[in-house]
């Protein structure tokens, strides 16, 4: 039905517009009796052989939404429904803003794509944690991905994720130091050495006097092997859970798109299909580079469920949906744990 009816409507919209009425009509239909049947979530429940422990963490299946999608915690019991094990809500900053003007998403049907520049759009952590602190016991497990306001200079950003991370602290149970997304100027330079390592000494510093919440880190597929390698010696010495492989690329190599249409849309991130390969190799590098205990949450590209089980093979402990959920529709979270419970075989 998604495929002959519903994508075809909503691809007819702009894609902002589509977005949030897909999401409305999806919590109505989480909302009335069996609706998780009509959500495609069902197969994922009780299902034990879907469980995961990682992070320290127990997830009940290892297929979870990427970061902003639910910027705002708006939709988690839809989303839960949906039959994802984990959802990495935000990027959320201290301060609401209001993102980059509209338009700032865009399909790219040739190459099962998407380019954005929302620029953090977000109603601002307290509204998060706000939303949070309605969340039930045991519910699904969430992450807060974190980042700094548009206007917070890079030497004061440590500052910005610092308070996002205190106030998100009780709502969340693991955490996401953005520092790779191409929409706020300068902010994928904090992915040097120093200013990185400030960030999230700083943020340590906090946690290890707490409960020692799981800590990961998100990186673009933009950077050099050699920059790759020094993430994950830095990923040990500041003790962090995990990496989250990888953000959206600002490279257009390679796409079936006409020039003159990647012209005039712009700057922005692409994710998709033309993301895949590149952020599998970041995730084979960084599994070849870090101990076990280093978990990683592969993202980028997962159009269709085989391609979620060439990221286990890499080394994925989890994997992460955006684009493929907006072409292939909501039925990926648990076609792809169907692919999982019968076997792992990818050729
Ligand atoms: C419209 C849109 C908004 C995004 N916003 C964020 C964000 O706020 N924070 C973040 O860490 N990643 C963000 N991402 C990146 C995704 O989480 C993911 O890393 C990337 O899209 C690659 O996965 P995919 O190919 O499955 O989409 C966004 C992606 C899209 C398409």
Redesign the pocket.
């Given at each position: 039905m998604y495929n002959s009816l519903i994508r075809p409507l909503l691809f007819s919209m702009d894609?902002?517009s589509a977005?949030h009425l897909a999401m409305r009509l999806a919590s109505v239909a989480a909302s009335v009796p069996f609706g998780h049947h009509l959500l495609a979530g069902d197969l994922t429940e009780n299902n034990k052989g879907l469980g995961r422990e990682t992070m320290g963490l127990r997830f009940t299946n290892p297929v979870g939404l990427?970061?902003?999608?639910d910027?705002d915690a708006r939709y988690l019991t839809t989303l839960e429904k949906m039959g994802f094990g984990f959802l990495?809500l935000?990027?959320v900053t201290p301060r609401p803003q209001i993102g980059n003007p509209r338009p700032?998403?865009f399909r790219l049907p040739q190459d099962k794509?998407?380019?954005?520049r929302?620029g953090?759009n977000?109603d601002g952590v307290d509204a998060m944690v706000r939303r949070l602190e309605k969340r039930r016991n045991n519910a699904i497990i969430v992450g807060g991905?974190i980042?700094k306001n548009k206007d917070t200079a890079n030497e004061e950003a440590y500052k910005d994720y610092l308070i996002c991370f205190e106030k998100l602290y009780d709502a969340v149970d693991y955490f996401?130091v953005?520092v790779?997304?191409p929409?706020t100027p300068g902010l994928r330079s904090l992915q040097e050495r120093e200013p990185l390592r400030n960030i999230l000494m700083r943020l340590q510093e906090v946690n290890v006097g707490r409960h020692n919440k799981p800590i990961a880190l998100?990186i673009a597929p933009d950077l050099e092997n050699s920059q790759v390698a020094e993430v994950c010696e830095l990923a040990i010495e500041t003790g962090l859970a995990g990496l989250?492989l990888?953000?959206?690329t600002v490279s257009r190599e390679g796409l079936q798109t006409q020039k003159d249409r990647l012209e005039a849309i712009g700057a922005g991130?692409l994710?998709?299909?033309p993301?895949?390969e590149r952020?599998n190799s970041v995730l084979g590098l960084a599994r070849q580079w870090l101990p076990k205990h280093i978990s990683l949450i592969g993202?980028?590209?997962?159009?269709e469920p085989k391609d979620a089980l060439v990221k286990f093979k890499q080394g994925a402990d989890l994997v992460?949906?955006?684009?493929?959920?907006?072409y292939f529709g909501p039925g990926l979270p648990a076609a792809i744990n169907k692919l999982i419970l019968n076997g792992y075989d990818i050729d």
């Open positions: 894609p902002e977005h990427a970061a902003g999608f910027k990495e935000g990027t700032r998403l794509a998407l380019i954005n929302m953090f977000n991905n980042g996401v953005n790779s997304s929409n998100k989250v990888t953000n959206t991130g994710s998709g299909k993301v895949f952020s993202v980028g590209g997962i159009m992460q949906i955006y684009t493929g959920f907006v």
